[in-house]
């Protein structure tokens, strides 16, 4: 005889059996197993491969997030993306500002060719210096007055003459003052010709100001080109790549231009060096000539007092040699004395016209060398204008860096895996124990336990687990106690899986040997 239980109520957190309702029933039953496998753990090969294509997909969203388009008045900065996932990052000019860009190399090209003719023109000029010894002379014509005023002495001396003692002695005024004339030595007087540096001077003041130019220069440059390849490298431009090249092609150019001016500068500082020793030359020989002067003027001061000596000295003597006729050799004493006197002004001013003439052609020697450096200035000052000229502005575009300010972590898809499977099997030793329970009170129910578990007598059917066997455990309510929960299985499911703890009833419904089923152990 067994039992037959058609209403039950289990204390899910104890399995005792609060509520019953059953009648007897007289038939066969066996024992059963019953349960759920656990959750399977995580593969860890696929959780690290899932891990690291979340980690890539990530990195190439922050990169993408980051390299927006940027668009200015003056251009555009664009970027794209290839199959292969490289990026290029693309710079264009607003057509305005390309069209001058466009007319500045058009002119640069044109440019080279002029200043390559003009530096042609500026090397001539340095390398043959001003031949100073081309200049004018300031002798010649100095001398021919000085002798000039030799032979008006002479004439002034000749024309004194008298046929008398007195007038011998008179004449002998000319002859003294012409002879301390002449004694002044000025008509002798020679300047040396100005020496213009050699072309090794200048050499090596050049040679000298461009190395140590270079000498500063170059550590400067080797910097900035290390600094440009890391910056590229940190910007992840490839070496060879046209941005890469682009950027080297530019910083060459300055440099370039850099070392151009570095020679340019050195070529003209030697040029200024050897203009500084010829203005020191020419200040030398002008000195020498103002001492020259100055000797000849003193000299013609001492002689025109040896000659007033000599003068009286020749009167006093014509006056003791003779008494008779003073009066007539007194007149032409006077005579004589007047033209002496005039002989030696004529001579003087004649002389003092010597040293203005040769300070006039000094002046013109000074002006011809003047005019000879300017052109040389002229040269240097066309080939810079040149160099520096005939760019128009063109307004580059101010393009901030590359974006970072975007940024985010990963997905951590392996601890989420596994976090996840220790859910999973927190919920099934949870529902293990719970089943355990829920069985174990089934199976408490003792050796009569049969309940009507028909499917058609039952509604509201909740599934609440599953039995590693296949059938599960439902919470529902009889039809005919419409609000009361009941536990336990389906017939119809546990029919075709243990047939032999399924029993039809001469009502027509089937019923469930629970310890049939279960065994008295939780499944």
Known sequence: ????????????????????????????????????????????????????????????????????????????????????????????????????????????????????????QVNQAVENPININQLPGVNSQAHNLQDAAGIIGNNTASTAAPATAGAAGAGQVGQNWTQGLTGVGYGNQQLNPLQAPSDQTRNDVTNALYNQAMSRLQPDQQNATDAMKSQLANQGIAQNSEAWNRAMDDLQRNQTDQTNQAMYSAIGQGTSAMQAMNSMQLQDRQQLAGEAMGKAQLGAGIDTTNANNATQASIT???????????????????????????????????????????????????????????????????????GGGMMGVQSPNFSGENTSVNMNPADISGNMYNSYNGQMAAWQQQQQSQGQMFGGLAGLGAAAIMFSDSRLKTAKRALARDRRGFRIYEFEYKTEPGVKYTGVIAQEVQSIVPEAVLLGSDGYLRVNYQVLFGGQPA
């Open 1 to 120: 005889m067994a039992k037959v239980i058609t209403h039950l109520v289990i204390d899910m957190a104890t399995g005792n059996v609060l509520e019953e309702k059953s009648h007897e029933y007289e038939g066969p039953w066996t024992l059963c197993g019953g349960g759920g496998g656990a959750p399977p753990a995580p593969d860890p090969w696929q959780a690290a491969q899932a891990q690291t294509q979340e980690n890539i997909d990530t990195a190439n969203a922050v990169t993408k997030l980051n390299r927006y388009n940027q668009s200015t008045p003056y251009g555009n900065l664009t970027w794209s993306q290839d199959g292969n996932g490289q990026w290029t990052q693309t710079q264009t000019l607003d057509p305005r500002m390309q069209a001058l860009q466009d007319q500045n190399l058009q002119n640069s090209a044109g440019l080279q060719g002029a200043i390559g003719s003009q530096l042609n």
């Open 317 to 387: 003597n014509a006056n003791n040699a003779t008494q008779t006729g003073i009066a007539d050799m007194n007149a032409e004493n006077s005579m004589n004395q007047f033209n002496a006197t005039m002989g030696f002004n004529t001579g003087q001013a004649v002389l003092q016209g010597g040293g203005t003439l040769q300070n006039q052609q000094m002046a013109a020697q000074n002006n011809q060398y003047n005019l000879l450096n300017s052109n040389r200035n002229n040269a240097i000052n066309t080939l810079s204008a040149l160099r």
